[in-house]
């Protein structure tokens, strides 16, 4: 099972970028699916999660500007992040428990996307 994150790049401050995260590989359900960062110098923080039933929970830090969905049938999960701030800038990591068709789950992590917002 692998996880492929994208959409990181430089933008300035007020502007949106959307991320992206691919699941692919033997894949049998998956089941929790977040967004975390990384800031330079900083511990792995929670972003967004969004159950595959539930309520979407978001760090206090994004609510209102940022917004985590998912694509059951491409095995995708977005983050939409608008009204980006200097201190947004982190390597964004999406993460997820998969249920592999052996019927083992964990929890998988894909490599990281940068996202630098300037002032």
């Known amino acids: 099972v692998q996880l492929q994150a994208s959409g990181g790049g430089l933008v300035q401050a007020g502007e949106s970028l959307r991320l992206s995260c691919t699941a692919s590989g033997s894949i049998f359900r998956i089941n929790d699916m977040g967004w975390w960062r990384q800031a330079p110098g900083g511990k792995r923080e929670l972003v967004a999660t969004?159950?595959?039933?539930?309520?979407?929970n978001y760090a206090d830090s994004v609510k209102g500007r940022f917004a985590i969905s998912r694509d059951n049938i491409k095995n995708m999960v977005y983050l939409q992040m608008n009204s980006l701030k200097p201190e947004d800038t982190a390597v964004y990591y999406c993460?997820?428990?998969?249920?592999?068709?052996?019927?083992?789950?964990?929890?998988?992590w894909g490599q990281g996307t940068l996202v630098t917002v300037s002032s």
């Open positions: 969004i159950p595959s039933g539930g309520n979407i």
């Open positions: 993460n997820a428990h998969i249920t592999t068709t052996a019927r083992s789950g964990a929890y998988y």
